[in-house]
């Protein structure tokens, strides 16, 4: 089974900065999109960034300009460099994958366990 596993999360101050990194694991022949998506408390969750597998992104509007998804495709990695940190980017941020394709399985969405980011003074 496809497994997401993230790092990179923590506690920042604001206008500071954070990456965090995803890998998929096991064997995968293709991964169409891989993304981001964030959970603060009492909130829905949300897309943060995406990028497909031929480098188009897609970003949630408060993050323009300050976050930078980028892929792997060899490697089935994904990361989001965040710059500029507020307070209100303060969830926990899922990994996700969309249509991924292994042996003898495909896999239309399969998310990873979390890792929690807290900007804060």
């Known amino acids: 089974q496809v497994q997401l596993v993230e790092s990179g999360g923590g506690l920042v101050q604001p206008g500071g900065s954070l990456k965090l990194s995803c890998a998929a694991s096991g064997t995968i022949f293709s991964i169409d999109v891989m993304g981001w998506y964030r959970q603060a408390p009492g909130k829905q969750r949300e897309l943060v960034a995406s990028?497909?597998?031929?480098?188009?992104?897609n970003y949630a509007d408060s993050v323009k300009g300050r976050f930078t998804i980028s892929r792997d495709n060899a490697k089935n990695t994904v990361t989001l460099q965040m710059n500029s940190l507020k307070p209100a980017d303060t969830a926990v941020y899922y990994c996700n994958a969309e249509r991924v394709r292994a042996p003898a399985r495909y896999d239309y969405n399969v998310w990873g366990q979390g890792t929690q980011v807290t900007v804060a003074s």
């Open positions: 990028i497909g597998r031929g480098g188009g992104r």
